[in-house]
């Protein structure tokens, strides 16, 4: 094997194969001529690409290899490390895309004078576009020698998809085959913070994020001028520049150290900062920074790090530009921080405090505020009154459809109360009282001892369930529904008749046998990107399937790896969770993409019926030996499932009975949640006077 060929490791061959680890481990054992390992460990060993690819083409296992799964590879088997080759990655992705004519050149010599010769060039681009001082350093020519099959992979793969497009495919990868390494800010929040600071950013303006991470939040401004980030992580604030020069043609600028102790950009002034700082950071330069020009609102407590970063923020702004952070809920009423919390307010540099749902950004269990933030100018009046919003209300598309978690966030719905909200103050300094959403709140009031600034404690209550004529509305839809769900109730079930077939039509086929004979198609769920047309693709997530809900979700921006998408006649099962559970898919779910931890079943409609499938896989009995209790969550295995073997008009048959059970489970999980929306209006309204008891 060459010195520098990449690896594969099993679960990689999995993905290369389109099957699950389980097949994998079924191929090694089951083939005397499966490539032996090459690296890793006797738990977890790896496999050479090349010997894989080709064991999978003479199985007929595979056709080909897809580019951007070889180049993925490519990058996890990289001798210096997945960081390292995703930055030489980008490197020269940059370098195709800002000089597409001298690539073909450089790229027509031989591996070894590619790598002597890259670096000249390399260094050539990265001055121009970063400066002398700059996070991404020019790798020499030793460096690139084991990169250059990749370098080439990914010139080619900028080739069918686009540069920027082919560093998000490579670096979403990478971010989410590890979690727990980085912070990250959805998408959501950041189009949020952008949004909030664009009214006074003005035409191509200059931000700066002082915790720039993997470059989320820069990258949400729209038309930029110049992009100043800093990160305490070398490696991230390479990746970081290579992202945003890939993404727009803005002057970037990115450094590397804690802004707080080094900050980079002591003389500048930006139109806009964004930022989301870490929380609860005892150590981040208390002691060495008490006599600092930059704390003008007081010096911040040890434990009140996150005011720290405001007042860094405000000094970096020029007078008037905004800044927006996102903070953890405890910095607006910690009484350590109450007094630099008043001289915000006094002096008009804290215009409004915005409550997040849970889960809108880690840590994902608690609601998350964000601060907007404004630096005064020479000779203006402070404004009197400050906004608070609370979009908790907002949190999910349907909060009576099971519990709140991230992937069911209405962002649209959120974004939308903010702005509403937003825009007439920033415009006018107040703004018409949404009872339990906004307000702005005279500066005075909030002026006490504790100077709390959380919006639910200066917010008056929404009126209960919309008042006693929604009410009313409530019962009325509730009264129907009922009287429909008794309609839709099953009939008494009987016994079925003696059938000395029985036991052997219930013992019948897998869904795996199914889907190797072609009666169906099987395709797991995952974290496709977007449409090969470019438009915003619906997600049908998990908590979707189990609320049976329409699709919450939605793609993140990035890379051009494909959804899943659905058509109707699927269904589709949780892996996750042990319970029993199928849906089919309808004509308004069809054409949403496929979510995490879902598998769908793609029946042939000349073999088996959708209802009849969905209904066997729902039994209790077939999901129990069907599942894995191997670690600490149940995971089912949807093809050891079984089904009857029957003819279709017999499946027809049991397809239309399992239809109107579903029908009916719909209208009790309707009458339900109808229910407590209507007995929390009640307790509330006799609570707080606005019905009559």
């Known amino acids: 094997m060459p010195e520098h060929a990449a690896e594969v490791t099993a679960a990689g061959i999995a993905r290369l194969a389109g099957v699950g680890r389980a097949a994998v481990s079924n191929w090694r054992r089951r083939h005397a001529d499966f490539p032996r390992p090459v690296g890793g460990t006797e738990t977890s060993p790896s496999f050479a690409l090349a010997d894989v690819e080709r064991w999978l083409r003479a199985q007929g296992k595979l056709a080909e290899v897809p580019l951007r799964e070889r180049v993925w590879q490519q990058v996890t088997g990289h001798p210096a490390g997945a960081v390292t080759a995703l930055v030489q990655a980008g490197c020269v992705l940059l370098l195709v895309r800002d000089r597409s004519t001298a690539w ?133 604030a390479a990746l970081t520049a290579l992202r945003l020069a890939l993404a727009s043609d803005a002057d970037v600028r990115v450094r590397t150290g804690d802004s707080l102790r080094a900050d980079a950009f002591p003389h500048l002034t930006a139109d806009t900062v964004l930022c989301h700082p870490p929380f609860n950071e005892r150590n981040w330069g208390h002691d060495e920074l008490a006599y600092d020009p930059r704390w003008e609102y007081g010096f911040p407590a040890r434990t009140e790090s996150e005011l720290a970063w405001v007042q860094h923020a405000l000094a970096r702004l020029r007078p008037g530009g905004t800044a927006v952070l996102l903070m953890p809920p405890a910095a607006a009423s910690r009484r350590s921080g109450r007094r630099i919390r008043a001289d915000l307010l006094r002096r008009g540099a804290l215009r409004a405090v915005v409550a997040l749902p849970a889960g809108a950004a880690p840590p994902y269990g608690i609601p998350l505020h964000l601060w907007v933030l404004r630096r005064p100018a020479v000779g203006v009046t402070p404004s009197p009154e400050l906004l608070v919003v609370d979009t908790t209300a907002t949190a999910t598309a349907d909060q009576a459809g099971g519990g709140a978690g991230r992937e069911k966030l209405d962002w649209q719905a959120v974004h939308t109360a903010v702005l509403d909200a937003w825009l007439p103050f920033d415009k006018d300094g107040t703004v018409t009282e949404t009872p339990g959403a906004s307000r702005s709140v005279p500066v005075i009031e909030l002026l006490d001892d504790d100077v709390d600034l959380a919006p639910a404690r200066h917010l008056p209550p929404p ?10 509305a409530v019962r009325d839809r509730l009264a129907k529904t009922l009287g429909h769900t008794v309609a839709l109730t099953p009939p008494p079930a009987l016994p079925a008749p003696a059938d000395p077939t029985a036991a052997v039509r219930l013992t019948g086929v897998t869904v795996g046998e199914l889907a190797r004979t072609g009666a169906l198609e099987l395709r797991a769920g995952g974290v496709g990107t977007t449409s090969s047309t470019g438009t915003p693709v619906r997600v ?84 129990r030996q069907a599942s894995s209790y191997a670690s600490t969550a149940t995971r089912l295995d949807v093809r050891r499932l079984q089904l009857p073997r029957l003819p279709l008009a017999e499946q027809q048959r049991y397809g239309e009975r399992f239809r109107a059970l579903a029908e009916f489970e719909d209208a009790l999980r309707l009458a339900s949640r109808l229910g407590e929306q209507l007995v929390q209006g009640l307790y509330d309204g006799l609570a707080d006077g606005t019905v009559a008891p």
């Open 104 to 236: 073909p050149a450089l790229a027509a010599v031989s591996d070894p004078r590619l790598a002597e010769t890259l670096p000249v060039a390399l260094e050539e681009v990265l001055t121009e576009r970063f400066g002398a001082e700059r996070a991404v350093r020019t790798p020499a020519a030793a460096e690139l020698a084991p990169s250059v099959p990749l370098l080439r992979g990914v010139a080619d793969l900028a080739a069918e998809t686009g540069a920027r497009q082919a560093f998000e495919f490579l670096l979403g990868r990478h971010l989410d085959a590890n979690p727990r390494q980085y912070t990250l800010t959805p998408p959501g929040p950041a189009a949020l913070m952008a949004a909030l600071a664009a009214p006074g950013a003005g035409p191509r303006p200059t931000v700066l994020d002082p915790a720039s991470g993997t470059g989320t939040l820069l990258r949400a401004v729209e038309h930029p001028g110049a992009l100043h980030g800093q990160d305490a992580d070398p490696d991230l």
């Open 463 to 472: 009126t209960a369930g919309g008042g006693a004529t929604e009410l009313l």
């Open 540 to 623: 049908l997530t998990e908590n979707d399937v189990f609320g049976a809900q329409p699709p919450s979700g939605s793609l993140p921006e990035g890379a051009p790896e494909e959804p899943v998408l659905l058509a109707e006649g699927d269904v589709v099962v949780p892996v996750l969770g042990g319970g029993s559970l199928a849906r089919v898919v309808d004509a308004a779910t069809a054409g949403a993409a496929l979510g995490r931890n879902l598998q769908l079943l793609r029946p042939d409609p000349a073999a088996l019926d959708p209802w009849f499938l969905a209904g066997f896989l729902r039994g209790t009995a077939n999901t």
